[in-house]
C-alpha cells in the first residue's frame, strides 16, 4: 500500500522561504514521476510542479516559475519543494502526488491513494 507523507508547511511572511518534504513508501520510488499540486481556500487544485523519474523532465505552473525548484532524493525515496520569494497568493494546501501529469494543462487526475493529506503554507503580507 502506498504511503505519502507531506512536512515542512508552515506561516512565512512574504518574500521568505520554505522547503517542503514528501516521503513515499510502498513503491518503487525511483521509477515514479513526482509532483506538487495546491490548493486555496475556495479554488480548485492546481499543478505547481512536476519532475519526471529520471529527473530530466521538469514542469512549473507559471505562477511558482523562477521563484520554486523541484527536487528528489530517491535514496531517501524523497521529492521536494524549495520555494522561494513568497507571496500572499501562494497560501493554499500543498500536495504531494505520486504519478502526476508531467504539464500542467494535462487533464490526467492520479487516483487517490497516490496523493498525500497536505501540508498547509500560510504566507503572510
Known amino acids: 500500500q502506498v504511503q505519502v507523507a507531506e512536512s515542512g508547511g508552515g506561516l512565512v511572511q512574504a518574500g521568505g522561504s520554505l522547503r517542503l518534504s514528501c516521503e513515499v513508501s510502498g513503491r518503487t520510488f525511483n521509477r515514479d514521476d513526482m509532483g506538487w499540486y495546491r490548493q486555496a481556500p475556495g479554488k480548485k487544485r492546481e499543478f505547481v510542479a512536476a519532475?519526471?523519474?529520471?529527473?530530466?523532465?521538469?514542469n512549473y505552473h507559471g505562477n511558482v516559475k523562477g521563484r520554486f525548484t523541484i527536487s528528489r532524493d530517491n535514496a531517501k525515496n524523497t521529492v521536494y519543494l524549495q520555494m522561494n520569494n513568497l507571496k500572499p497568493e501562494d497560501t493554499a494546501i500543498y500536495f504531494c502526488v505520486v504519478d502526476p501529469p508531467l504539464t500542467p494543462d494535462s487533464t490526467y487526475i492520479p487516483s487517490d491513494e497516490l496523493w498525500g493529506q497536505g501540508t498547509t503554507v500560510t504566507v503572510s503580507s
Open positions: 519532475m519526471s523519474w529520471s529527473g530530466s523532465i521538469i
